[in-house]
């Protein structure tokens, strides 16, 4: 089972479109998968119109195990999709990975526990550097990372490199994209250039801005599986790069 996650220190860049998005594209292209929504907000299984994590004894887990994901999936209304649901416990995950032992590894050994049920997890994560997401660096075979074509947003993605590289990571597993983006602006376009030329590594797809994708929240399920409009499209073609990148069997 190959581990993609959908990750960026910032909120609102668009981590759970993506996740969404491409783990409905991986299911209906005939991928057993798995999205795994590690926020407390809960949105990804919002969107799919799944029932929030039962109450999990987050205070007494020694560690984190298949057991546990066994008893909290849920099939989707989706072909080949699963998810394993949030819920507002997770708040605490961080806490509690401090206590235990090999804490950067526990989130691999629990997906580990799993993988024979799966080919692809998609992982739809918080905000943030901590220690979960030094979890989700190791686990992942890839970092999927939304970049608003904007200063801020640029300095956000040049720190995430800049923490591989000082905790010794793989750097090659940090694959970004450019979300948002309105190309009316010169701004976003002077940015998306500069940033393709010092990092190569940015997909050739770019997710617009677009009401189409704000619009996911009301109808509750992924936009490409009801839309053909252009921010639908720019997802499928995202999706297409990022298995072609990515060999998942
Ligand atoms: N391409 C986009 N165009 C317009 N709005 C977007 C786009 N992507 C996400 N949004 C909206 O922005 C907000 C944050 O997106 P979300 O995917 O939840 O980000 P994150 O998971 O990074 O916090 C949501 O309200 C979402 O509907
Ligand atoms: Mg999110």
Redesign the pocket.
Known sequence: MKILS?Y?I??????????VNLAYQLGTRGFRTLLVDL?PQG?AGFYLRVAPARDFPIEELKSLTGTWVRANLRESDFPGLHILPSSLAYRHLDNRLSGMKKSRKQLQWMLEEIEDGYDVAVL?CP?NITLLSENIFRASRAVLV?VIPTPLSSRTFDQLCGFFGDEDLDTTKIQPFF???QSRKGLHRSEMESLRSSHPSFYRAC????????A??ARRAPLTSYSRGT?ARAFVELSTEIIDRNPLR
Not at 10 to 19: C, D, I, P, R
């Open positions: 959908c960026s910032k909120g609102g860049v668009g981590k759970t479109a993506l996740a926020d949105a739809d905000p939304p979300s948002m983006v997710i617009p801005f677009s009401v189409d994708v704000e996911m929240g921010a």
